[in-house]
């Protein structure tokens, strides 16, 4: 199971006790969303928490403080997320050095396809970064295994045509069922891990028999949202993933 | 006398392949949307070849938007400065009142040929989005068009038309609520709805193919005035003039004449409340470069790569980036960048106005402005081109609450 949250979200601060109340409740990989101003691939819940972080100062140098002080006490991958301007604007060069020796694992960005920006391609593999691609439903069985080809780590599965955010019902496991073996059969040197959409441990339950993972990231940001207020907040967080990843034990258990 | 050799043999390389002028533009969008790209781009080759799609667009552009459009010689502005005799090419005489329409035609043929039954639209002053609401209600078929709700408010006019003629207009509330975050709207809606939607973009921005597109759809302007001339004046201009917003009726005026050295072309950007503070939309006078919107190009950006918020009095020119091929003809140094204030483009207004009888829009009033600059510097043996891209209707109450101010 890996975890999306967007660094800095909901404040600067407590991002590396989250990441690592996230780590003690069953995550295996944490994704760390670099807020941008212009998220076009995300929906309203990424979106709120990007501007929320931005307007806390947030940018690619404090991202990898945290990183760096998540390094000092856990060995999880950390995989950075975010759209291609300000890492361009930080210096490629610069990103690419300065991530890996912070103990960045992998990095995926959205608006990079492969192919359409090699010196990315070629940084990565130079500073030991994983580059993660997407496939999506649309996905030529051609192109999925160039994405196969161009990644490490992991092949990122996105469930849905759309951006990110929570979906209705059994809109996301339907929407699998009807490509995943085509993914499965051309993405074959990664593992596959599903996300966009996923709400809670029947969604990942519904899906994860065909896949090496799934990802939650929106309905995770919106639980946080809802219980931010409370002086407890990391550990009912704590409680979330540990409903998403075992599923909520008795029926009697209040989760929020 | 200049003589009019074919333009095509330099600017033909211009794209590449891969949709780059230089190192600006590319296609740096999710992987969701290349398949889409591909599919455009394959359809737009084939329809440049196809004889029935061209005669098509050209039959829509002779007897629905009414070109071509006349080059009028501005008699009493010319008196005004006393030097170079000054043209506009009529582009505000376009049905809908500007050139956006000569893409939009392009683009719905273009959507119609590939069965995509959705249109989406992005407008800022909301030029476009009526443009691409007229084509579509021309054709019977629906759309929807995403305008920020700062956009929606001070062009009401529009959104009035385009509601009438049957296009839904969804507000965008994110951002400074204008067009770069109508895009952002768009884009996500592309994304979620990729297989049968349309999303026809109004300006010369976004991933390839899209500048090459709207290019080409709009070089219909370049490519009369080179022939108006011509019969005019028996020779090329010396100068032409466009605002510059995504640059769209700017790339469609140059392109055609990129060839011919000796035309200076000026590119107007919008200065808003001027080029030295934080409120302006001057994206290649004070911008540099970044991806922003599916290619590489000028930004207005903080250091950190977060997008600035643009700021200009006309709401087709706010907008912090720009066409990836200005970039590029910026940095080569063929077109002039240049840029004219909110205050001196309501002037421009008022100017035209007054002196021919023409009411610009706002955008269309900063390459109006800049003649105050460039008319000292011009003989009384040359002429001057300046693209009036659009009339003014649309913006009488902004200009109306200017002009009361003292
Ligand atoms: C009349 C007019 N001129 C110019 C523009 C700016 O767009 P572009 O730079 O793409 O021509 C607009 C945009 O709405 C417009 O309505």
């Given amino acids: ?256 | 006398m200049k003589t009019a050799k074919s333009p095509e043999v330099a600017s033909a390389e211009t794209p590449d392949k891969r949709g780059f002028y230089g190192k600006f533009g590319g296609r740096y969008v999710p992987e969701i949307l290349l398949p889409a790209l591909d599919d455009l781009n394959a359809a737009f080759a084939d329809v440049r070849n196809d004889a029935s799609f061209q005669q098509q667009y050209q039959t829509l552009l002779k007897e629905y938007v009414g070109r071509e459009t006349p080059l009028t010689y501005a008699g009493r502005l010319t008196g005004h400065f006393g030097k170079a005799r000054i043209y506009l090419k009529r582009e505000d005489l376009c049905h809908t009142g500007a050139h956006k329409i000569n893409n939009a035609i392009g683009q719905v043929l273009l959507a119609r040929k590939m069965g995509k039954t959705r249109i989406i639209a992005e407008t800022g002053a909301g030029q476009h989005g009526v443009a691409t609401a007229t084509v579509c209600a021309h054709f019977g078929m629906s759309c929807i068009i995403y305008m920020g709700s700062e956009d929606i408010s001070r062009q009401k006019l529009n959104v009035d038309r385009m509601r009438l003629l049957g296009a839904e207009v969804r507000p965008v509330e994110s951002g400074a609520k204008t067009l770069s975050n109508a895009i952002n709207e768009a884009i996500r809606d592309w994304v979620s709805n990729v297989d049968d939607t349309f999303y026809i973009i109004g300006s010369a921005v976004g991933p390839h193919p899209y500048p090459l597109m709207v290019r080409e759809f709009q070089s219909v302007i370049g490519t009369e005035t080179i022939d108006q001339s011509l019969e005019q004046e028996g020779r090329l201009p010396d100068y032409v003039l466009a605002c510059v917003g995504g640059g769209s009726n700017a790339i469609g005026m140059f392109y055609p004449m990129l060839d011919y050295q000796d035309i200076r072309l000026y590119g107007i950007e919008a200065a808003g409340e001027g080029v030295q503070t934080s409120r302006h939309a001057a994206t290649l006078t004070g911008g540099h470069p970044g991806i922003l919107h599916g290619s590489l190009s000028y930004l207005l950006q903080t250091e950190h790569g977060q997008i600035a918020e643009a700021h200009s009095v006309s709401a087709g020119l706010d907008y912090p980036g720009v066409g990836p091929e200005h970039s590029f003809l910026r940095d080569t140094g063929r077109v002039t960048y240049t840029s004219v204030t909110d205050d001196q483009a309501i002037e421009g207004v008022r100017l035209l106005s007054s002196k021919e009888g023409i009411i610009p829009a706002l955008e269309t009033a900063h390459a109006i402005a800049y003649l105050h600059e460039l008319m000292p510097r011009t003989r009384s043996d040359e002429f001057v081109v300046i693209n009036c891209s659009g009339r003014g209707d649309k913006d009488m109450e902004t200009i109306a609450k200017f002009i009361k101010q003292p």
């Fill in chain 1, 1 to 256: 199971m890996s975890l999306f949250i967007t660094a800095g979200y909901p404040d600067p601060g407590s991002t590396v006790e989250l990441v690592e109340e996230l780590e003690a409740s069953g995550a295996d990989i944490i994704e760390l969303g670099m807020p941008f101003s212009d998220p076009l691939a995300d929906g309203p819940t990424i979106q709120y928490a990007s501007k929320v972080a931005l307007d806390q100062g947030v940018n690619i140098d404090s991202i990898f403080e945290m990183v760096r002080a998540i390094r000092n006490r856990s060995e999880i991958p950390i995989v950075l997320m975010g759209y291609i301007n300000p890492v361009l604007q930080y210096g490629l060069q610069a990103f690419f050095l300065k991530a890996s020796s912070v103990g960045v694992d992998g990095i995926i960005l959205p608006d990079v396809p492969p192919g359409e920006f090699p010196e990315v391609e070629a940084l990565c593999s130079d500073y030991d970064i994983a580059p993660v691609f997407l496939v999506a439903p649309n996905t030529s069985e051609e192109r999925m295994r160039i994405v196969d080809q161009a990644s490490r780590g992991f092949v990122y599965c996105v469930s849905v045509t759309g951006v990110t955010g929570a979906r209705e019902g059994s809109e996301v496991s339907l929407s699998v069922g009807k490509f995943i073996d085509k993914v499965r059969k051309n993405v074959t040197q990664n593992p596959i891990l599903i996300g966009f959409g996923i709400r809670n441990h029947q969604d990942a339950m519904a899906i994860s028999g065909k896949v090496d993972g799934f990802i939650v990231g929106s309905a995770l940001i919106d639980h946080i949202r809802m219980v931010y207020s409370r002086p407890d907040w990391i550990r009912r967080t704590g409680t979330f993933v540990r409903h998403l990843k075992y599923g909520v034990k008795t029926g009697s258990d209040k989760s929020e």
